[in-house]
C-alpha cells in the first residue's frame, strides 16, 4: 500500500564518557557511512526495518552489529518522517534512545568508522540526523527534571556527588549541592545502600541506589518494548 | 530496501461529549472498516502512508475524509510495529493523537460507518487499536498531570469549575475543589481574563484563560510538526 517509503530504524545512545582533563561528557557514538547518499559523513547506527523483526529488536541489532554496544532497554524516541530527509528517496526513520553506564561504554568497538563524539560538538550528520540528536538532547533534559532516569548514566550504586555530577553535565548547569541533596531526598526515589565508599578517608561518602520500585522506562500499557 | 513492510498512519481524537443526564465522556471517533483484515470492526481513522506527504499531514487528511475533524494540532504518539499486528503482512502504524473541542466534536460527521464511543466502552477493534487507544489514555492521564493541556478540551475562556471537571472526567476521580483552585493557581498557566459569566447570577463565576505563552504542544527542537 505505501509503495515508495522505505522504513528505517536508528538509535541515539547516550554516554558520561571521560574527555580533557578527566572531565566527563555527554557523547553519542557515530557511524560514518561507507556509501551514498551521504558517503563519509557520521550517523546515528541503524539500518532498513526487517519484515519479520519488531522494530526495537533491529535497533539492537543494527546497534550491536556496528558499535558493539547492548543496552538493557531501549526507549521509541520519535518518527522521523519528512518528506524531503532523504536525497534518494522517501525514508522513514523510527529513532530509539538509550542511556549506557561508563563500563558500558567502554565495551563499545571504536575504528575508522565508529567514534564517540561530544554531543554538542557534532559535525554536519547525514540525513536529519543533527536534528534527530538536538530532539534526544531536549528530551534527555526535559526528562532528567522528573525522572529518575539519571542513575542509568551510573552503576547500581553511586555517591550523591556522582549523582549531581550527572544532573549537571547533561543540564549544563552548576547545582546547589545542598539544595540537589535535599531534592533526591525528599523524591525518595534514591535510597541509602548503609554501606560507603571504601578506601582510606576519614569521612567516606555514603553509597545511595535508585528504589527497584522506579521503572527506568514508564511505558503505561505498553509492555512489550524490550528488545531482548 | 525495507521489502514486505508496509507503512500507515492513525489517529487517536478525544472529546469531552455530553453522555446520558448530560454527564460529559471522554469520547473518541472510530471508522468502522468495510475491507478486510477485520471487515466490520471499528478502527481508527486512517490509512496509507503518502509517499509525497508528511506524516502529520496524511493523518490529518485521512481524518477529514473519514470524520470531517480537523484539529488545530496533532501531536505524534508512538508508532506500533510489532510483527504480528496485522493477519495480512507486516504493517507498521504511526500513530497521532489530539484533543478536540466539544464544539469542534459537535461537526464530525456521524454515520453507519463512523461513530464516537466512550473511551473506556469500546468494542474488540481492528489490529492493535485496543492497545493504541489504552496507550493514548495512558498518555493523557500521565500529561494532564504536568501540562496544560486540558484546555484544549474547551474554548478560549472557560471556569475553574469547568477545568476541573475536565480533569476529573479524564482522571476518573473526583478533586477539591480548594485544592484544585490552589494547584492551578501556583501554576501560573491560568490566568484570570477579569470577566465573568454572564447571566443574571447573584455571583457569577470568574472567567480563566490559559496564558498564551504556554505551549499546547512542547516539542523541543521539532517545529516542523503543523499539519498545515
Wanted: one cysteine or more; glycine letters at 8%; charged letters at 20%.
Amino acid at each position: 500500500m505505501s509503495t515508495g517509503i522505505d522504513l528505517a530504524v536508528s538509535t541515539v545512545i547516550f554516554a558520561l564518557r571521560p574527555g580533557d582533563a578527566g572531565r566527563l561528557v555527554l557523547s553519542i557514538p557515530l557511524v560514518r557511512r561507507t556509501r551514498d547518499p551521504f558517503e563519509g559523513r557520521w550517523s546515528l547506527p541503524g539500518g532498513a526495518a526487517d519484515a519479520t523483526e519488531s522494530l526495537a529488536a533491529t535497533a539492537a541489532r543494527k546497534l550491536a552489529e556496528t558499535t558493539g554496544l547492548a543496552p538493557a532497554y531501549l526507549e521509541q524516541l520519535y518518527c522521523f518522517g519528512a518528506p524531503d530527509r532523504s536525497p534518494s528517496g522517501r525514508v522513514v526513520s523510527v529513532v530509539y534512545w538509550a542511556l549506557v553506564r561508563a563500563d558500558e561504554a567502554e565495551l563499545a568497538a571504536e575504528g575508522e568508522n565508529v567514534r564517540w563524539f561530544a554531543a554538542d560538538e557534532l559535525p554536519q550528520l547525514a540525513f536529519d540526523h543533527n536534528l534527530i540528536v538536538d530532539y534526544a538532547l531536549w528530551r534527555l533534559r526535559t526528562k532528567l527534571e522528573y525522572a529518575a532516569i539519571a542513575h542509568a548514566f551510573l552503576g547500581p550504586t553511586f555517591t550523591l556527588a556522582e549523582l549531581r555530577q550527572v544532573h549537571e553535565i547533561v543540564l549544563q548547569r552548576a547545582l546547589d549541592p545542598a539544595n540537589f541533596r535535599r531534592q533526591i531526598e525528599s523524591s525518595r526515589s534514591v535510597v541509602p545502600t548503609g554501606e560507603h565508599v571504601t578506601g582510606g578517608r576519614h569521612r567516606p561518602p555514603r553509597l545511595y541506589r535508585y528504589d527497584g520500585s522506579v521503572q527506568l522506562v514508564d511505558n503505561g500499557p505498553l509492555t512489550s518494548v524490550a528488545v531482548r
